[in-house]
């Protein structure tokens, strides 16, 4: 006789300005790994949050040009934040808060005024990664003057990482982490993989069957031009923002999905494919990394030995 394991177990709640959701392969452990997520939601808003006053984002923002020590978990992030822009060679860069602020994007995503008459403020580039100064050793910061950090992207997906890995640490048991279109695995996966479904939203997937894959570790990203929209001066805008230009990448491909060892690292790429254009295929092809990109018209363009789609129903999306 056999014993069949029980199904995961799943909790579900906003979070971040997104969702979040947490699956375990044991259900008697999602109460503990839930503590894990919420606890690291709460430390990543309060020190990465360019929404909130009191966030050590926005204390760093304001001391722009002069030197200022950090703590241990902002350094964390903003070092993780330098590596996405190494790793993409500028196409992901901290320093375009400005020009988010100038499009439109000054406050949570759900305040943001959809219709906007105003004019559109001169787009500028934006500072740039290589002007900031750290020290990882002093945590000491130097800002150019004038400048935002907007950690928003890298520090979702960092926090991915860490809650799953953590979660699966506390619990002994296999964890998945999604917020938004950022998921991280980590612990024995069920057999089989996670079931991850593809979409334009991960807040409203597709009521019939769509294209899915398996994740057994690491992270799966999903960066689009769909979801987070608002007008302007008669113009859609979006908020992946090209730092070359100031202004929203243009829409060359609705959504990227990467696969990679960290969620992290599969941001960095899917959001810098975005900003890239059609220059994307030749990042991706000098990563290695599996990647699925989907056009307007919604052709696909598989690489890194993306499989080919196959059908199921299952949770997944885009941020």
Known sequence: MTTRAPAPARSVFPALGTTATLLVTDPRALPDAEAVLRAELTAVDVTCSRFR?????????????????????????????????RLTDGAVDPTVGNALIDLGYDRTFASVRPDDARPLPVPRAAPGWRRIVFDPRTRVLRLPPRTRLDLGATAK???????????????????????????????????????????????????????????TAGGLATSG??????????????????????????????????????????????????????????????????????RPDGG?????????????????GSR
Do not use: K
């Open 225 to 294: 031009v769909r979801v987070r929209t608002w007008r302007r001066a008669g113009r859609t805008l979006h908020h992946i923002v090209d730092p070359a230009t100031g202004e929203p990448a243009p829409p060359v491909w609705r959504t990227v999905t990467v696969a990679a060892a960290t969620c992290l690292d599969a941001n960095a790429v899917s959001t810098a494919a975005v900003v890239l254009g059609d220059r994307a295929v030749d990042l991706l092809r000098s990563t290695a990394l599996p990647a699925r990109l989907v």
């Open 157 to 215: 997906a960092r926090t991915a990482d860490r809650a799953a890995r953590l979660a699966a640490m506390a619990t002994g048991c296999g964890v998945l982490v999604g917020l938004g279109g950022d998921l991280a695995a980590a612990g024995p996966a069920p057999r089989g993989g996670w079931r991850v479904a593809l979409a334009d939203d991960h807040a409203r997937p597709a009521t019939g069957p769509g294209p899915a894959v398996a994740v």
């Open 53 to 85: 006053p009191d966030s050590e984002l926005s204390r760093v923002n304001l001391t722009a040009g002069a030197p200022t020590t950090v703590g241990e978990r902002f350094a964390g992030a903003l070092q993780d934040a330098l590596r996405a822009a």
């Open 300 to 316: 696909v363009v598989r690489l890194g030995g993306w499989p080919p789609d196959s059908d199921a129903p299952a949770p997944g």
